[in-house]
């Protein structure tokens, strides 16, 4: 088995299964190195025609409690949703299988980065959620695609409220595709990968890229929207300059409404 040295990943390698665990405790909070590193990880297994799957997954008690709230200053955001989306757009363009295993806190940018995965296996405890709205912000990729995956009107709830639910309740809604208990995520991914493992690399890639053929389209031109929209619009407000300000300073925010 082959194992990369990243500072907020572990990649191991064992064709035709490459798995990318993130590693940033206590929650794995994707932060600029973090997407740096997944982008780059993704990239050197695309050119790997050993690999056929890729197995996403967060090391300790979470899977990712989101992106870095810090990343979203004025002087840092636009960096931050760059290399965020470019890794969305690197995980939807590979050529490889994506499986996510969900355990603990799915939320955020984590939540998009599982969901953007082909198969995604949850603990039915895991918590899922898109909360950037508490922070008067929003999830530009949950934006462009969640709807795809859950219908208008849950995607509406889950983007507008910022609730939070269950691993269960994110298989009913079809953000994942099964729901475990905690101590049999891991023979179920294997499960999979196993018999992902028995079939052709090549077909594989193939089918891939025609499943989503009509999906991508939307896709690409919806998360520029979003990303255009947030910057140019939903950044330049003061209430979302002082939510950002409140969680990072622990209080609670003050909304003017401008």
């Not at 984590?110 to 898109?130: H, K, N, P, Q």
């Not at 023979?187 to 018999?195: D, F, R, S, Y």
Request: glycine share 6%.
């Amino acid at each position: 088995m082959l194992q990369s040295k990243f500072e907020r990943l572990v990649v191991q390698s064992q064709a035709p299964v490459a798995r990318i665990a993130l590693r940033n405790p206590p929650v794995n909070v994707i932060d600029l190195r973090a997407m740096d590193e997944v982008t780059q990880a993704l990239s050197e297994l695309d050119a790997n025609p050993e690999i056929a799957v890729v197995l996403l997954s967060g090391e300790g008690a979470s899977f990712s409690a989101g992106v870095d709230v810090a990343a979203h200053t004025p002087d840092q955001v636009a960096a931050m949703l760059s290399k965020f989306h470019s890794v969305i757009r690197a995980l939807i363009a590979s050529r490889k299988v994506a499986v996510a295993a969900v355990h603990g806190n799915c939320l955020g940018g984590g939540a998009e980065l599982a969901m953007v995965c082909d198969i995604v296996y949850t603990t039915a405890s895991a918590r899922w959620g898109f909360p950037e709205i508490k922070l008067g912000c929003y999830p530009p990729v949950a934006c462009a695609a969640l709807s795809t995956l859950v219908g208008q009107k849950r995607a509406a709830e889950l983007i507008l409220t910022g609730r939070t639910i269950s691993g269960t309740e994110a298989v009913a809604m079809g953000l994942a595709n099964q729901a475990v208990d905690d101590q049999e995520l891991i023979p179920a991914v294997e499960l999979v990968l196993n018999g992902l493992s028995k079939l052709s690399p090549a077909a594989l890639a193939i089918t891939k890229k025609a499943l989503y053929t009509w999906d991508a389209m939307h896709f690409d031109k919806g998360l520029a929207r979003a990303e255009k929209i947030y910057l140019e619009e939903l950044m330049q407000t003061s209430d979302a300059r002082e939510g950002i300000a409140a969680f990072v300073a622990k209080r609670s925010p003050k909304w003017t409404g401008k």
